[in-house]
Structure formats: structure tokens, C-alpha cells
């Protein structure tokens, strides 16, 4: 049984503690929130200690493990903090604002030989895992492209409404649209040749809609447009739509099913994906599935010890090197090449 404290008990913190919850070899010994009521209420639903400040967790050695849930201006200090610690992090996406910040979080852990993973979370996700396993697996032949849209309404549920404030979320491009980014990367193992991006553009809010062009070698193009400007009642939407040779494979996740692969040869193809939904009520996502297939790959391979595959934290730093990438060009108005 290892012993674990969630930092930040808003709408990740809760979603994370959801999935603790239901792994038999975990218990949320600590919940930390400057926000005391926030902290309490989500302790006392898993029977966990509530505490005001993460220097009292990262004192405490029967506490092997932290999960970091906080704004993500502040995931350098308490990741350092914590590695200073000897505690073992996942720490929520996107990793820093800056490379040099992520670079020293990502020095500090490994000075310090604990293990850190970032929760880019599309990665679990089940229509992605699908669609990177049958690529991987040359299932439908060569890809040719992959269009990824991800929309959502004003996220207005943070804290000190630190979404809505560029200079500590970064806007929509660092927070939701990196999320398609790290996929794009890790479904073709490689960056871009070039890329190039348009998006629309707020003083305060940074940029709160982007679409970018990705080419990448062997001629695969992909596009990614990240949104979160839609109106209120606008319901959260994920999309896919990658053209192999031999087939389309088709996810949105306001269908159902899902999934949808139409052959070259005319077989139309629905495979079944299995839903755990949570019961989480702030934030604009309800499926736990993706949350859960991730923080199980991350609990079973520092309890087994064993190297993460899937993300590692010099994946995460790529990822938001071309999310930068994409600022210069937002910036520019110029193609970047790598
Ligand atoms: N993977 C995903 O799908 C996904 C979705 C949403 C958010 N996120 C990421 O999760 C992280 C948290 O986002 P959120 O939506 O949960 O934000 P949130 O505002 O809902 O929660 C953050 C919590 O941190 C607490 N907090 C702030 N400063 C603190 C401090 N110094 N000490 C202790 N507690 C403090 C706040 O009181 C708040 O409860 C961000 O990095 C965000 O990008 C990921």
C-alpha cells in the first residue's frame, strides 16, 4: 500500500482523488489546499488528513508520493519542492510555461532520483491509445493526415480564475490545445518538418483559440484546432479524424459510439470503448477513463519500478517546446522550421 498527498484540491485534484480511490493498492493519506474548505471536503470523502500549506506533506516520510494539481504558474516550485523531498510526482500537464522551468524540475528529479511523470492524459485516453496502437501496428497502412479539434466553453471554474490570466495559464494554447499537441507528437514518435499557426488573441487571456498546420516527414500533414472561447452552453467536444490508406478512423466524443472506422473496401467498423464516468462536478470533462488508465500506469510502474514508456518527462518538455514554437509563429505570423 504506498501513501499519497493530492496539491490542489480544485477540479484535477478531485478528478485524481476519484481514481485513487479505486486502486486497491493506493491510499490518499493527505489533501493540501490553501483553500481550507476545499482541502476538508475532499479529504473527509476519502477518509484523508486536509491540510493548508505542501510543506507539511513533503515533511512527512510515511508519504512517498505526491500529486501535484496546481495552477500551472506553480508547478515548478512544488515539483522542485517535492523532489527536494525524495517524494515520487506526477505533476498535471502542461509541465511549465518556460523550458528553463521545465528543465530545472526536470534536473531537480533527476538529481534527486525520484521518479516524475507529466499527466498528458490523451495518451490514456482510449480512442487515442486505439488509434496510436493501430499505427504503431500499420493496421490501415500509411497515414496520410490527422485533424484534431478540441472546443470548449470560458473554463470560469478556477481558481482566483487563473485559467482567464495568460500570464499564469498561458491561455488556451499552453493549456487545452497542448493537449493535441503531445498526441500529434507521440502518435508520429517525431516533430514536425515546420509548422504554422493562426489563432485569435486577448490582451489578458492570451491567445484563446488556435489552429496550427503541422507537416511532417514523409508528407503527413496534421492539423490541430484548440478553442476555448465557445459560448457558455456550447457542450466540451474532442475530435479525431485520421485518413490512412486503407481507412478513416473517426472519434468524436459527442457521438455515440464514439469511434467510427470506415474502409477503403466499404466495411463500416464501431469498436466498443469502455466509459467509466465520474462524478466530479466542476470542469468540462466526465469520462474517467483516461484519467484512470494514466495515474494506474503511473502508480504500477513506480510500485514495480520500472521506466515510464509512454510519456517521459523529456517528452513532456518537447511538448511544449513546439507549443512555443507555435507562439512564435502566432507571433510572427511566419512558418517555424525545426
Ligand atoms: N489533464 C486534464 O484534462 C486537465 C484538465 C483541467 C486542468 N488540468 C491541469 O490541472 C492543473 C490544475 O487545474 P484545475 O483545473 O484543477 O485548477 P483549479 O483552480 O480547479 O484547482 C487548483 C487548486 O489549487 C489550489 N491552490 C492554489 N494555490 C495553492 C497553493 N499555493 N497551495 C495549495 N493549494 C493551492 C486552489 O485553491 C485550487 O483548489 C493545471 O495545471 C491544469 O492545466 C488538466
Aim: charged share 25%.
Amino acid at each position: 500500500m504506498v501513501r499519497l498527498a493530492i496539491i490542489g484540491a480544485g477540479f484535477m485534484g478531485s478528478m485524481h482523488a476519484e481514481v485513487y480511490s479505486q486502486l486497491p493498492n493506493v491510499k490518499i493519506a493527505a489533501i493540501v489546499d490553501e483553500r481550507g474548505e476545499k482541502a476538508k471536503s475532499l479529504a473527509e470523502k476519502y477518509g484523508a488528513i486536509p491540510y493548508l500549506s505542501a510543506d507539511q506533506v513533503f515533511a512527512k516520510s510515511d508519504i512517498t508520493i505526491v500529486d501535484i494539481c496546481l495552477p500551472t504558474f506553480l508547478h515548478k516550485e512544488f515539483v522542485i519542492k517535492a523532489a527536494e523531498a525524495g517524494k515520487d510526482i506526477i505533476c498535471e500537464k502542461p509541465i511549465a510555461l518556460t523550458i528553463e522551468d521545465a528543465k530545472k524540475m526536470v534536473d531537480a528529479c533527476r538529481k534527486k532520483k525520484v521518479r516524475f511523470m507529466v499527466a498528458h492524459v490523451i495518451r490514456f485516453w482510449p480512442e487515442y491509445a486505439f488509434i496510436k496502437r493501430n499505427y504503431d501496428q500499420g493496421r490501415y497502412g500509411k497515414l496520410i493526415t490527422i485533424t484534431c479539434t478540441r472546443l470548449s466553453p470560458r473554463p470560469t471554474w478556477g481558481w482566483q480564475n487563473w485559467l482567464l490570466d495568460n500570464s499564469r495559464s498561458g491561455g488556451a494554447l499552453f493549456d487545452l490545445h497542448i493537449h493535441d499537441v503531445d498526441f500529434i507528437l507521440y502518435l508520429l514518435g517525431q516533430n514536425p518538418v515546420s509548422l504554422y499557426s493562426v489563432g485569435t488573441f486577448s490582451q489578458e487571456e492570451g491567445y484563446t483559440h488556435v489552429f496550427t498546420t503541422y507537416n511532417f516527414p514523409g508528407g503527413i500533414t496534421a492539423f490541430a484546432e484548440g478553442g476555448w472561447d465557445m459560448t457558455s452552453n456550447f457542450p466540451f467536444e474532442m475530435k479525431f479524424i485520421a485518413q490512412f490508406e486503407k481507412a478513416v478512423v473517426d472519434f468524436d466524443s459527442t457521438s455515440t459510439p464514439t469511434l467510427t472506422v470506415y474502409y477503403a473496401d466499404g466495411r463500416v467498423e464501431r469498436p466498443q470503448i469502455e466509459r467509466k464516468t465520474s462524478q466530479v462536478s466542476e470542469g468540462n470533462i466526465s469520462d474517467l477513463g483516461g484519467y484512470y488508465f494514466e495515474i494506474n500506469y503511473f502508480i504500477d510502474h513506480v510500485v514495480h519500478n520500472k521506466e515510464f514508456q509512454i510519456i517521459t518527462p523529456e517528452d513532456a518538455v518537447n511538448s511544449l517546446a513546439v507549443v512555443l514554437k507555435e507562439l512564435e509563429s502566432l507571433k510572427t505570423g511566419k512558418i517555424i522550421t525545426f
